[in-house]
């Protein structure tokens, strides 16, 4: 079942934070984060596993609540280089492939 | 080290001709995917595959087919193209399907278009 993610879009200016938040329906056991620049090809940026901790990278971190089934991915001190849809990508246990959700177009403003 | 490599990037096809998308990764991963993704739209798991001579459907089958003789190569082939099938077809590929800490990783994709 495909992940739900919100917001579906969302305008900032450079330098302010965003928010994207991936649940599903389904236990998970992974969440993947990727971005896709327009008219590219998706580019992972990471995964957190079940059990995992908050990951990140400079001003990109991610966060797996396993309770609530759910992923967000936190950006800091947006750049206009995060501009790009954003992409979950779900496993549930006993799948070996991603379902992806339909994305959250992010726009940042200078 | 080319990654995953798709070729054609664009073709168009008339209603009811075939063609095949190629697909090849230099990476030796055992797991390969076809996506296709519409305008506006997420990615759908078409075929996957998680080693040579081993195939599976994912979501959206119908109107394709896989084969994988080899680790590197993973040809989509489709049959009587239907203007439904208009779409970015991105294959993918990783060294396993579950806790995959490398990701996904993409080819450039092949815009089809059918008309």
């Known amino acids: 079942q495909q992940p739900v993610q919100s917001p579906q879009a969302v305008i900032l200016r450079e330098g302010e934070d965003a928010v994207i938040n991936c649940s599903s329906s389904k236990a998970l056991y992974s969440v993947h984060w990727y971005r896709q620049k327009h008219g590219e090809a998706p580019v992972f940026l990471m995964i957190?596993?079940?059990?995992?901790e908050q990951k990140g990278h400079e001003k990109i971190s991610a966060s797996f609540n396993e309770k609530k089934q759910q992923s967000s991915l936190y950006l800091t001190a947006s750049q206009l280089s995060y501009s790009g849809t954003y992409f979950c990508?779900?496993?549930?246990?006993?799948?070996?492939?991603?379902?992806f959700g339909t994305g959250t177009r992010l726009t940042i403003i200078p | 080290n080319a990654g995953v490599t798709q070729t054609p990037k664009f073709r168009i096809l008339k209603i009811g001709q075939s063609m095949t998308l190629q697909c090849t990764q230099d990476m030796n991963h055992n797991y390969m995917y076809w996506y296709r993704q519409d305008p506006g739209m997420g990615l759908k798991l078409i075929y996957y595959s998680v080693g040579a001579g081993i195939t599976d459907k994912g979501e959206v089958p119908n109107g394709y087919n896989v084969s994988r003789s080899t680790t590197e190569d993973f040809p989509l082939r489709l049959e009587l193209a239907a203007p439904s099938q208009t779409s970015v077809y991105f294959c993918a590929s990783s060294y396993s399907g579950q806790s995959s800490f490398y990701g996904y990783t993409f080819g450039s994709g092949t815009r089809l278009t059918v008309v």
């Open positions: 990508g779900t496993e549930n246990f006993g799948n070996e492939k991603l379902t």
């Open positions: 957190l596993l079940k059990g995992g």
